[in-house]
């Protein structure tokens, strides 16, 4: 099974600042590689698949990046709907897998 | 637009079964993989089924192995979740999902296992 690892655990940053979120893969899971935001009480929503193609409807702030087992999302400009838990996931090979989360928060 | 409804959910005894259920609307059902996901309170997202879209193929995560049966009516649109032997640990919220780089969830469905 590949062990997907995201870090920070918690990560403060201020309205307006650029925040960057790291997964690695404990092998190479190419570019099938999926970030998700979460919101409490909601279903995660899909932000980019293939390692850096944004998804339907979200914005030019959100970008992803990496390939192999380093991968790197990006949000350039922080607004306060961006506060909120991060998840990357593989889908190279079965079983698919999550990292733990990062949580995104306000400082 | 893509649309997919959980139900079946509830409160069970360790040892009992549960049948989930998720209709799907918007999409070409037959044409997707589709999951079931889940979300133990507080917690991450871990991947509990995976099902092809004939049916043929199907995964399992260790955990869940020998214990639950992911399968599908296409004719239905409907996605299903049989899940046996249900253990104190199977507590979560449960998503059906549509696809690998899951671009579409229901809303989720509470599972408690608890005496």
């Known amino acids: 099974e590949i062990v997907m690892t995201q870090s920070p655990a918690t990560l403060s940053v201020s309205p307006g600042e650029r925040a960057t979120l790291s997964c690695r893969a404990s092998?190479?899971?190419?570019?099938?590689l999926a970030w998700y935001q979460q919101k409490p009480g909601q279903a995660p929503r899909l932000l980019i698949y293939?390692?850096?193609t944004r998804a339907t409807g979200i914005p030019a702030r959100f970008s992803g990046s990496g390939s192999g087992t380093e991968f790197t999302l990006t949000i350039s400009s922080l607004q306060s709907e961006d506060f909120a838990v991060y998840y990357c996931?593989?889908?190279?090979?079965?079983?698919?897998?999550f990292g733990q989360g990062t949580k995104l928060e306000i400082k | 637009q893509v649309q997919l409804v959980e139900s079946g959910g509830g409160l069970v005894k360790p040892g009992g079964s549960l049948r989930l259920s998720c209709t799907a609307s918007?999409?070409?059902?037959?044409?997707?993989?589709m999951s079931w996901i889940r979300q133990a309170p507080g917690k991450g997202l871990e991947w509990v089924a995976y099902?092809?879209?004939?049916?043929?193929?199907?995964y399992y995560a260790d955990s869940v192995k020998g214990r639950f049966t992911i399968s599908r009516d296409n004719a239905q649109n409907s996605l299903y979740l049989q899940m046996n032997s249900l253990r104190d640990e199977d507590t979560a919220v449960y998503y059906c999902?549509?696809?690998?780089?899951?671009?579409?969830w229901g809303q989720g469905t509470l599972v408690t296992v608890s005496s």
């Open positions: 918007g999409f070409t059902f037959s044409d997707y993989y």
């Open positions: 099902i092809s879209g004939s049916g043929s193929a199907i």
């Open positions: 293939a390692a850096s």
């Open positions: 996931q593989h889908y190279n090979n079965w079983p698919y897998t």
């Open positions: 999902a549509k696809g690998a780089a899951i671009d579409s």
């Open positions: 092998q190479t899971v190419s570019s099938y």
